[in-house]
């Protein structure tokens, strides 16, 4: 099993990378399939890492390290009774389906600034076509944000299987996104997007400092689970301030370097977080 997740990896890496290239300088329409199937990989993954847990076939990166769990780690495994366990790893996948959602909504939104076709030109005002980019890029940063509560929700039902709690050091994960976000609205032009940009960056700094506090307390229990959850949330947490910065910055953030640099970081932190479906029956 280790050969057909490396080969995820693998396949991921690809699809990102025609991505990138189908996507610079300018978006194209077939870079809007390419992202389809970006996205899909990192789902299709996830539910496969869960099925074959589900159904008890031997993966060995899924091995714990630690020896001794707390009484809450154990009713943690309790799956064939629907127990802990068995809720976190379907918020994980509702989070990663949100993402998918969301992707498809943002890129939708890319083609339609694309020239439209004919009989579209002939049917469509520019008033309705932008109404529809709007409720586009709307939908798909409201997937986005429904994908952070429910990776909350997962995180904070893990931490109270493990006996895990806030700490005030925790407090500095939230801070990270705040302060990128006060930043932006002080230096850039938000407009009507100030409030709704304002509430996304709180629920994304909730969701870094819950993903990075469990992760730092269960390093002692399994380092390899502990790291795909950091550092699936770092990227992730990354990826959100760079679209940010390339979408209300202007010309200046509006490089290669950075977004092939985000959209790497996107991809393989939904990879990362998606692999802690391994770990949460086995740490």
Not at 32 to 42: E, N, R
Not at 196 to 211: D, E, I, N, Q, R
Request: net charge positive.
């Amino acid at each position: 099993m280790q050969v057909l997740i490396i080969a995820f990896w693998v396949l991921e890496l690809l699809a990102v990378l025609l991505y990138i290239k189908s996507c610079w300088p300018e978006r194209t329409r077939k870079s809007f399939y390419v992202k389809l199937a970006c996205s899909s990989i990192f789902m299709v993954y996830a539910i496969m890492l869960a099925v074959l847990i589900r159904y008890g076939i031997n993966v060995s990166f899924a091995g714990s390290n630690a020896g001794e769990l707390s009484a809450g780690a154990n009713t943690f495994l309790e799956f064939y009774g629907g127990g802990l366990t068995d809720r976190v790893v379907h918020l994980v996948l509702a989070a990663l389906a949100y993402g998918w959602i969301g992707d498809q909504f943002l890129s939708y939104a890319h083609v339609l600034e694309l020239e439209p076709s004919k009989e579209v030109a002939e049917s469509v005002t520019p008033e309705q076509m932008t109404g529809r980019k709007n409720a586009s890029n709307a939908l798909g940063i409201l997937s986005f944000f429904l994908g952070n509560i429910l990776y909350c929700v997962a995180f904070g039902r893990a931490m109270y299987g493990y006996e895990a709690g806030i700490h005030w050091w925790s407090v500095l994960f939230l801070l990270v996104p705040l302060l990128m976000y006060v930043l932006m609205a002080v230096r850039m032009d938000l407009g009507k997007r100030l409030v709704p940009a304002g509430f996304y960056f709180l629920s994304l700094g909730v969701m870094f400092a819950m993903s990075m506090t469990l992760g730092i307390q269960l390093w002692h229990i399994h380092k390899l689970f502990s790291a795909c959850l950091m550092v699936g949330s770092v990227l992730f947490t990354f990826s959100d301030i760079a679209l940010a910065l390339e979408t209300y910055g202007g010309e200046k953030f509006l490089k290669l370097g950075l977004r092939v640099t985000r959209q790497i970081a996107y991809f393989f932190g939904q990879m990362c977080l998606a692999t802690t479906i391994l770990y949460f029956y086995t740490v």
